[in-house]
């Protein structure tokens, strides 16, 4: 059974929620201790250390998984900029090939794949409620992606996004002000009752 914890209070609740129900702080979900496999090679994966962090990785193709506040932590503005090793030269790789899904290393279900930040061309595999997948190289690209100022481009990219989808909006807006003053000037009421 699936199980949340808060980080504050240490609250246990028998269900995966963002928010703790006593004190509101965020909750953890408290993982079973069962190994976990590789979502690529189906092998045990090993633990390696990371910037302070105790990370699985897999020995043969070198892919990382990464418990949620792992990976907001690693992918944080804050973070990176104090590493040294973070490139603010990131140029945008070219997307891979299409392939299949892959299997949860914590649960087995089918991970969606996704665009990170939407504009960083580095394809990651997410669980919901366990974690992330991230294969060989991900990881420094992602940081490397931040370090450029990435987190803000992807923010401004959003704003214009928004923008053009109010304009869009306003445009509609005015169209059906205007109908709806056609139909109240040529309403069925005032034909029949004054004629035109």
């Known amino acids: 059974m699936l199980q949340s914890q808060c980080t504050s209070c240490k609250h246990i609740v028998k ?8 004190c509101n702080g965020s ?8 190994p976990k496999n590789c979502p ?12 302070n962090f105790e990370l699985d990785q897999c020995n043969q193709c070198h892919g990382v998984w990464l418990q949620p506040d792992e ?11 104090r590493d040294d090793k973070s490139n603010p030269q990131y140029l945008r790789p070219g997307l ?9 290393a914590n649960c087995q279900k089918m991970m969606s794949r996704r665009n990170f930040k939407s504009i960083s061309g580095v394809l990651i595999d997410t669980c919901l409620h366990c974690g992330v997948w991230l294969d060989e190289g991900e990881l420094q690209s992602i940081r490397n992606f931040v370090a450029s100022g990435g987190l803000d481009k992807a923010q401004d990219n959003k ?14 807006i ?5 109908m709806e003053k056609m139909l109240n000037k040529y309403s069925l009421k005032r034909i029949f009752f004054r004629g035109f």
């Open 15 to 22: 269900a995966h929620v963002q928010h703790c129900p006593m």
């Open 27 to 34: 909750m953890k979900v408290l993982q079973q201790e069962k």
């Open 40 to 51: 690529r090679c189906s092998i045990p994966l090993q633990q390696q250390h990371y910037r």
């Open 71 to 81: 990976f907001s932590v690693l992918t944080s503005e804050f973070d990176v900029y």
């Open 96 to 104: 891979p090939k299409a392939e299949n899904y892959l299997p949860c």
């Open 159 to 172: 704003l214009v996004k928004h923008e053009l989808e109010l304009q869009a909006l306003d445009d509609r």
């Open 174 to 178: 005015s169209d059906v002000e205007l």
